[in-house]
């Protein structure tokens, strides 16, 4: 059986050259997220995902929750995905495809992590840094951990700038029991 996430991206591929060829890829993000959001919830994902519910009914209350709220294919997609038992794979159909897009517009995403909730300004300032970093369009995401004690770190796909007060004391920490360890 092909893992998930392989099936997630060969149905987020499908829509992303649909949405290419109509020239509506932010439609289709904004769509994908609104109904994995509305599938997702815990007292429908269970309906939608039930086999013993008949597939008709099931593609029925899709219909009545999505009709007149995303696009008429986006609508087909999710049809698709309840009739073949995959309705539990929608979220990572939108994710995969906002992967697509992304790559598509050369935009990295990067998540900066403080302290403390950042001011407008010093995001917008991080935002400049990390772009002429990466070297193209970046995506910036938020998160506050107040056990980083201070400071921030920095994560752009697999690599992390960590220049956290925690960061700074764990490597110090390292430092001194490297040098204090026996020969």
């Known amino acids: 059986m092909a ?12 829509a992303f050259q649909v949405a290419l060829r109509d020239g509506e890829l932010d439609g289709w ?20 995902d039930s086999p013993a519910i008949p597939t008709a009914d099931r ?22 995905l309840v009739e073949r038992g995959r309705a539990s794979e929608l979220q990572r159909v939108s994710d ?13 995403v ?21 772009e002429s970093m990466a070297g193209s369009t970046v995506d910036l995401r938020t998160e506050v951990d107040p056990a980083l004690l201070g400071g921030l770190t920095v994560q752009i796909g697999d690599r992390l700038l960590d220049a956290s007060i925690r960061g700074r004391l764990e490597r110090l920490r390292d430092q001194l029991n490297a040098g204090t360890r026996p020969r």
């Open 3 to 14: 893992r998930p996430t392989t099936a997630a991206r060969r149905y987020a591929e499908a």
């Open 29 to 48: 993000r904004e769509d994908l997220a609104i109904a994995a959001d509305i599938l997702g919830r815990p007292e429908v994902q269970p309906v939608v």
């Open 59 to 80: 593609l029925a209350v899709v219909g009545k929750l999505l009709e007149g709220r995303v696009r008429p294919g986006a609508i087909r997609l999710v049809s698709l």
């Open 96 to 108: 995969q495809y906002v992967r697509q897009l992304n790559a598509h517009r050369q935009v990295v």
């Open 110 to 130: 990067a998540t900066v992590t403080s302290a403390a909730p950042l001011t407008d300004d010093e995001t917008a300032e991080i935002r400049t840094r990390v």
